[in-house]
């Protein structure tokens, strides 16, 4: 659907001599080719792990996310290096043209935007939405914009809002590659309280300290943990299988899906 409005959207562009319509057709052409690929990444995340892939492919996702940013950025750039020109020495366009191509745009986005909501939450999903949405707002300052150059002939409109949405792209773009990076990156996922975590494993009966607590995301939605909990010495096997549920279930409440727990008799010399 976003390939044929983009082919829409390029003869619209020259007829209606608009750069906000042009700039969203390069913008388009590019949602294309990375909403196709962020889509089919994610049904790659959903196999399961094997002897490769020992957590699975949910990284594959986040990898969609990171290459669909990138070519959101990518778009964004040389939608400001079309538009600033034209804003100094502002050329006529076709208003009417502009508003009837915004009311295709907002339709096609629209359907776009609504098939994808309620989708799963990977940052690869919402890189995906993040495309959508910037369209849906675009076309709606084209058709804001259309009218008013209609009724007042300030072309400058035109490629003002071209500015305007790569702005807006980008300030959502950057923070989105952020919280990729920080996947990538294995840092500690933002939702999750370490301190309280520590506090609460730690008030475990039988438990008398932890180390090599290690937090990571998968894909922004899948959360992972190892640690090692030192316990009391002589504790029964019951007593030790106890710990690691109650251990499980601490860390399920503060969001991870996949707690791995390992336990250390107190005295006992850790090789890590």
Not at 6 to 18: A, D, K, Q, R, Y
Not at 36 to 56: F, I, P
Not at 134 to 140: E, I, M, N, Q, Y
Request: proline share 2%; net charge negative.
């Amino acid at each position: 659907m976003n390939f044929f409005f983009t082919i829409i959207e390029l003869v619209g562009g020259v007829l209606t001599n608009s750069m906000a319509i042009m700039s969203d057709a390069v913008h388009d052409l590019g949602d294309t080719i990375a909403i196709g690929s962020a889509l089919w990444l994610e049904k790659v995340a959903e196999r399961k792990r094997d002897r490769n892939y020992t957590y699975g492919y949910r990284r594959f996702s986040t990898l969609g996310a990171l290459l669909t940013s990138i070519i959101l950025f990518a778009g964004s750039i040389l939608i400001l290096s079309e538009a600033i020109p034209r804003l100094l020495q502002p050329q006529e366009v076709m208003a009417k043209g502009m508003l009837w191509m915004a009311v295709l745009g907002i339709a096609f986005n629209g359907l776009a935007a609504w098939r994808l909501h309620g989708g799963n939450t990977s940052l690869n999903n919402r890189a995906v939405m993040v495309h959508v949405m910037a369209d849906v707002l675009g076309w709606v300052a084209v058709l804001i914009g259309s009218i008013v150059i209609h009724y007042t002939g300030w072309f400058w409109i035109d490629p003002l809002m071209s500015v305007g949405i790569a702005i807006f792209i980008l300030f959502h773009v950057i923070r989105n590659i952020r919280k990729i990076l920080s996947v990538f990156l294995q840092s500690v996922p933002a939702e999750i309280d370490r301190e309280d975590m520590e506090a609460d494993l730690t008030s475990l009966d039988g438990v008398r300290g932890l180390h090599d607590l290690h937090l990571w995301s998968l894909d922004g939605s899948y959360n992972v943990m190892s640690v090692h909990l030192v316990v009391h010495s002589g504790l029964s096997e019951k007593q030790q299988q106890n710990i690691r549920e109650q251990a499980v279930v601490v860390a399920k409440r503060f969001g991870v899906q996949h707690p791995t727990i390992a336990l250390e008799f107190d005295g006992e010399e850790c090789g890590w």
